[in-house]
């Protein structure tokens, strides 16, 4: 798979989430909340970049193990590893 990715930094790390189902990003005093076509939101403290294609990994096993069950793959953004979300399984209102 090679989406297009809006990538976030929550909780330290860096977050893909599929362009393709972001309906809107919205700007807060607590950061940014990223609002899925579903209806679902993800909590942010930013967006830092709009990925072009990317080669979104599988995870091995005990990788998943380690991993929340919302992550879907792996993939390199500038040189930094993304925990790519998948739209069905992403958090439902998660916040920082």
Wanted: proline content about 9%.
């Amino acid at each position: 798979m090679s989406p297009e990715l809006v990538v976030v930094r929550r909780a330290g790390a860096l977050w893909g989430v599929p362009a393709a189902a972001v309906a809107a990003i919205e700007r807060g005093p607590e950061g940014v909340t990223v609002r899925l076509a579903g209806g679902r939101e993800l909590g942010a403290e930013a967006v830092v970049g709009l990925s072009g294609e990317v080669s979104v990994r599988g995870l091995a096993p005990p990788v998943r193990r380690r991993l929340p069950p919302a992550v879907a793959g792996l993939a390199l953004w500038n040189s930094e590893p993304v925990a790519v979300l998948g739209v069905a399984a992403a958090p439902a209102g998660g916040r920082r």
